[in-house]
Every structure is written in structure tokens, then in C-alpha cells.
T-cell receptor, first 110, second 114 residues
Framework: GQQVMQIPQYQHVQEGEDFTTYCNSSTTLSNIQWYKQRPGGHPVFLIQLVKSGEVKKQKRLTFQFGEAKKNSSLHITATQTTDVGTYFCAVSYNFNKFYFGSGTKLNVKP | DAGVIQSPRHEVTEMGQEVTLRCKPISGHNSLFWYRQTMMRGLELLIYFNNNVPIDDSGMPEDRFSAKMPNASFSTLKIQPSEPRDSAVYFC????????????FGDGTRLSIL
């Protein structure tokens, strides 16, 4: 069946350092969404990528969709303590059902 | 606007008991999703509905789990009988109809089966 791999599982950074999480699929995706879940909270939608090679930015966050639509990344520039949480990718192969990655847990030391 | 509302927020019960989780999606959203989150298995899609009709229930673990959506503003996820391995956080999410819609999650129900 379809599988999505998300790496790394954990990332500990010093405040001000950059952070990147990667999402990889063995099968071409129709679209991908990124979510953030704060400790004790629920996943919150961040962005959706649909087009091959697409790049979107939200302040310090940069999202990329690979040319082959099989991988994606989320990059945070100059992390802040408010960035703490788990970042999930959610991939779809047919625009309907989404499969969530295992998430990357980000810890930011002040 | 109210978000997705789930109840109860916490449930602790003994194994063998019936558990019913409830969800009220955002008004106007046509799709509703039930997820289960555990440390071991992450966030798993159990079932999703479109216009109150179950579209894909392949993620439902076994016959002990059932879900209904009797109308556009209410859904239930039932576990009968419950087992300790069902302990998890259960999330309900809803989204508008269409291909490129974000999912809006409720606060979840933290379920503990003793």
C-alpha cells in the first residue's frame, strides 16, 4: 500500500537555528498538506501544495513540493520557542483520502 | 465561528464497556473524518464521510468499532466492547467539499481503557 516516510523523527535546535523536515513517498502524490500540532493540542492546517515544484512561504516557513511530486519539505528559518510542536505532512494520491506521516517533533531551546 | 466540537474531552472506563465519542463538524462542511492518534501508530484515519455517507472505512480496526453520521451536524464513533489497546486520542475533523480543502480538527477525546 501507499507509504509516506517523514524524517527526522525528532529535532532539537537552539533558538535561532534553522529546521527542516522531509516527507517522502514512493508513489506520485496528487497533493500534500502540512499540519502543526502543539503539545497537548490538535493538528492545525498550515499549507497545501498541489503543483510540481511548487514553493510557498509563510513568514519564516518555506514549503516545497518536489518536481516529481513524491517528496516535500518544510523549512523554518531562525526558529523561535513558539515553533515547538510536531509537524506532520499529510499526503493524498487521489485528492480524497489523506495519509499522515509519523511527524517530526521539534524542540527549541531558548 | 465555532470549530469542530468533540465530546467528551476525556473518558476513562473499564474494558468491556461501550464507549461513544461524539463530533459536531463545522457548519457547512461536507466531509467528516475520524482519526486515532497513539505514540506507536501515529495519526491513523479510521473512517471518513462525505455528505453523511461513509466513503472509506478501511482504517476501522475491527468489528468492535462503528461510526455513524445520521445528519450533517453530528457523528458518533462507537467502540463495543472496549479493550485497553483502544486507549488513544481520537480526533474528529471536518472539511468543506472539494479536492483542495484543509481539514479542521477538534480538540480530541482522550480515551483510557483500564
Amino acid at each position: 500500500g501507499q507509504q509516506v516516510m517523514q524524517i527526522p523523527q525528532y529535532q532539537h535546535v537552539q533558538e535561532g537555528e534553522d529546521f527542516t523536515t522531509y516527507c517522502n513517498s514512493s508513489t506520485t502524490l496528487s497533493n500534500i498538506q502540512w499540519y502543526k500540532q502543539r503539545p497537548g493540542g490538535h493538528p492545525v492546517f498550515l499549507i497545501q501544495l498541489v503543483k510540481s515544484g511548487e514553493v510557498k512561504k509563510q513568514k519564516r516557513l518555506t514549503f516545497q513540493f518536489g518536481e516529481a511530486k513524491k517528496n516535500s519539505s518544510l523549512h523554518i528559518t531562525a526558529t523561535q520557542t513558539t515553533d515547538v510542536g510536531t509537524y506532520f505532512c499529510a499526503v493524498s494520491y487521489n485528492f480524497n483520502k489523506f495519509y499522515f506521516g509519523s511527524g517530526t517533533k521539534l524542540n527549541v531551546k531558548p | 465561528d465555532a470549530g469542530v466540537i468533540q465530546s467528551p474531552r476525556h473518558e476513562v472506563t473499564e474494558m468491556g464497556q461501550e464507549v461513544t465519542l461524539r463530533c459536531k463538524p463545522i457548519s457547512g462542511h461536507n466531509s467528516l473524518f475520524w482519526y486515532r492518534q497513539t505514540m506507536m501508530r501515529g495519526l491513523e484515519l479510521l473512517i471518513y464521510f462525505n455528505n453523511n455517507v461513509p466513503i472509506d472505512d478501511s482504517g476501522m480496526p475491527e468489528d468492535r468499532f462503528s461510526a455513524k453520521m445520521p445528519n450533517a451536524s453530528f457523528s458518533t464513533l462507537k467502540i463495543q466492547p472496549s479493550e485497553p489497546r483502544d486507549s488513544a486520542v481520537y480526533f474528529c475533523a471536518s472539511s468543506p467539499s472539494g479536492q483542495f480543502q484543509p481539514q479542521h480538527f477538534g480538540d480530541g477525546t482522550r480515551l483510557s481503557i483500564l
